[in-house]
Structure formats: C-alpha cells, structure tokens
C-alpha cells in the first residue's frame, strides 16, 4: 500500500479512536463519580440515593432507582455505542499499524517469525484473554473481588511476558492494551447490556426484576474503570522507550499498572474518607523510583578509544536514514517518522542525546532493526556521543 495513504489512514483511524475513547472513557469516568457521591442519607422511597449537581451555568437534579420505576420513561439514554466504537476502531488501528507492518512494528528484532503467525498469535490471545477474564469472573472468584482481581493481574503480567518473547516491545505493550480493551468492550458487550436490556425488559412486562444481573453488570462496570488509566499508558507508550524498550519492560508495565489502579482507587474511594490518600504520594514516589530503575546504565567508553566522525556518519547514514531523511528510502514511509532527519552533520549533532536514547541504551531503533545495524556499530556510535558528538 502506498506509504502516504498508510499514513493519512493511520491518522484517521488513530484520531476516530481517541474520539470514541474519549467519550467512552468520559462517561465511565462520569457515572462512577456519580454513584460514589450519591446522597443516601434519606433517599425517596424507591431510590437508592439522589445528586445536586451545577456544571456549565446549569444546576441538576440526578437521582438512582433501587432498581427500577414502575413506568419506565418514554426516552432513556443507554451507552454502549462509544464503548464499540473504540473497540472497532482500536482493532482497525492495530491492523493498519502492527498488521500491515508487521515485520516493522510486531514481531520481535531478529526473528525468524512469519507475520501470518504473529497476527495469528495476536487474534488468537484477544479472544483467548477475554474467555479466560470471563470464566473467572463468573466462578467462585467473583465473590472475592480481591483474589479475583490479584489472579487477573498476575495472569495480565504473564501475558506481557509472553509477549515480549515473540514481539517487539512496542508490540507486546500494546497487544496488553488491547486484551485490556478487549476485556473491558466484552464487559459492555456481553454483561452490561444484556443485564441493562433485561431490567427494562422486566419492567415493560411488569415483572420483578432480578436485582442479580445489575449487580452483576454494576461489578464488570468497576472493573473497567479500574483498567482505564493502565490502557491509557499503553496508548502513548510507543513515544516512552524507556518503559518498552527496557529489557524487563513487562516487570516495567507491571509496574506502571500498579501505580496506575492505586491512584484511580484514591478516586474512587476519596468521597468516603481520606483512607486511601496516602496511595496519590505512593503513586509519585513509585514513578520517580521507577524513572531511576530504568535509566540507561552509561557504558564506560575507553579514554584512548578513537572513533572519527566519518565512521559514525556512515553507520547513521546506513542504518537510519533509511527512513530518518527528507526523502526517506524505505517503502514503508513517505516522511521521517516523528519528523527526525539525520540526513546533515549537524542534524545528527543535535540529535544525538535521542539517537542515543532509541539506538543505543533501549535500541528500540531501528525499528525492527530492519537496517540490521550491529552492536559494534551501535558501539561507535555511543563512543561519538560519550565524547561530546564533535562533528569536526
């Protein structure tokens, strides 16, 4: 496929995903505060709590039903299309990224592994994930939140293991994200609507409803809002290769998960009482910490070791500006990726602390390591850089 339409249908597929992720993300976000700040104090009868609410030069009057009313109203609001939206767009995404480009962006430096079988391997874990998430769910585990929720995240950090073993490691981050995203559209899909669609199906027949199913739903509901913030780290990890490049980077994302989920608990939780505001400073000592874990180690360059800068312009000239140049070479691009042009002396003088970053303490770069640029290469490199990328 020609490279500018891979990239104008990149772009429009990434920005239709971040819309419907928005608002998706928005109305979880939205109606988990509101049942958290419920007045139940003295509800009317028949309701579980009431919200006065002022927003936008409008004051608001929301209350919750134990269940349901008795009549149900002539218009009610449901949700889910955003919820399907960012899951059709999100695959579309990861097709017109990691599939069409899958020996660039998905399968792991080196290997020998076919693009059928990494796409194969891709399809297979998201239906996989969401059979196993929801199996559990549904046994005796659902009635012990926290061991379920512990097993999901152990089960989650062994899946970003196994991917880091097959894929690159912007592949294995993201294909985390999309069990996540997955799990969570399931949710919408196969147990809140249906709980939602079978309340006012009782209520329109004048039947009792069964208070079970929109406990249930209500359960999978929570547990959306908990995977949020770390589906939304995955989203923009690509930019942060010190977390995927990192060779522990799913004992990183582990990490990050963590912190993530103990500061959305903090929200969740904050109305009730300041039990948990300890977890906020936890979150941003954990990611200072972290942000030292992963630093680059800095190699000791020999004092006496001399590399020219004709050795170092060959190497970036043969090796990036396949695809880093005003005209880039390589098939897949029609512009430098990011915008970064190595194609002058001075450019790549510049440019050197991210060259260095990409291509010698994560070698996230090339991508793919298409190029095939070799350790003594990214050696040379380093020592240019070490001793203060002098272009003369």
């Known amino acids: 496929m020609d490279p500018h339409i891979t990239e104008w249908l990149n772009l429009a597929v990434r920005w239709a995903h971040m819309i419907a992720g928005i608002a998706w993300i928005g109305a979880s976000f939205y109606f988990n505060w509101l049942e958290n700040h419920l007045d139940r104090s003295k509800p009317r009868e028949g309701l579980s709590g009431d919200l006065w609410a002022i927003h936008g030069g409008g004051i608001y009057h929301l209350e919750k039903y134990k269940l349901a009313p008795p009549k149900m109203p002539e218009t009610l609001h449901w949700f889910k299309w955003e919820a399907y939206a960012t899951f059709l767009t999100g695959f579309f995404l990861l097709a017109v990224v990691y599939y069409l480009n899958a020996q660039l962006y998905l399968v792991a430096p080196g290997s020998d592994m076919s693009s059928g079988v990494a796409i194969a391997i891709s399809i297979g874990s998201l239906i996989a994930a969401w059979f196993i998430y929801t199996t559990l769910c549904d046994s005796a585990l659902g009635k012990k939140p926290a061991l379920l929720a512990a097993i999901l995240f152990v089960l989650l950090i062994v899946a970003a293991w196994g991917f880091s073993q097959v894929y690159s ?3 294995a981050f993201i294909h985390v994200g999309a069990i996540i995203g997955t799990i969570m559209v ?3 899909f196969r147990v809140i609507m249906p709980a939602q669609r079978a309340l006012v199906g009782a209520i329109e027949a004048g039947k009792e409803p069964d208070p079970a199913l929109p406990a249930k739903g209500l359960l999978r509901s929570r547990h959306n809002n908990y995977f949020t913030l ?3 780290f995955i989203m923009i990890s690509n930019h942060f290769p010190s977390t995927y490049g990192h060779e522990y980077n799913w004992a990183v994302l582990a990490a990050l998960g963590v912190l993530s989920v103990l500061a959305r608990h903090y929200f969740n939780t904050r109305h009730q009482s300041q039990k948990y505001a300890w977890t906020l400073p936890a979150t941003a000592f954990g990611m200072i910490a972290l942000a030292f874990v992963v630093a680059p180690q800095k190699t000791l360059q020999s004092e006496t070791q001399q590399v020219s800068f004709e050795q170092v312009e060959q190497v970036i000239s043969e ?3 396949v695809c880093h ?15 970064i042009i190595l194609d002058k002396p001075e450019q790549m003088k510049t440019l050197s602390p991210q060259i260095h970053a990409q291509s010698i303490a ?3 770069m090339p991508l793919g390591n298409i190029t095939q640029m070799t350790q003594q290469e990214r050696d040379i490199v380093a020592t240019w850089i ?3 990328a002098p272009i003369h």
């Open 169 to 171: 490691g912007r592949g």
């Open 186 to 188: 399931g949710n919408v």
């Open 230 to 232: 770390p589906v939304l």
């Open 319 to 321: 090796r990036c500006t």
């Open 325 to 339: 140049s005003a005209t880039p070479s390589y098939a897949g691009f029609s512009t430098a990726p990011a915008g």
């Open 362 to 364: 994560t070698q996230a």
């Open 386 to 388: 070490s001793k203060g």
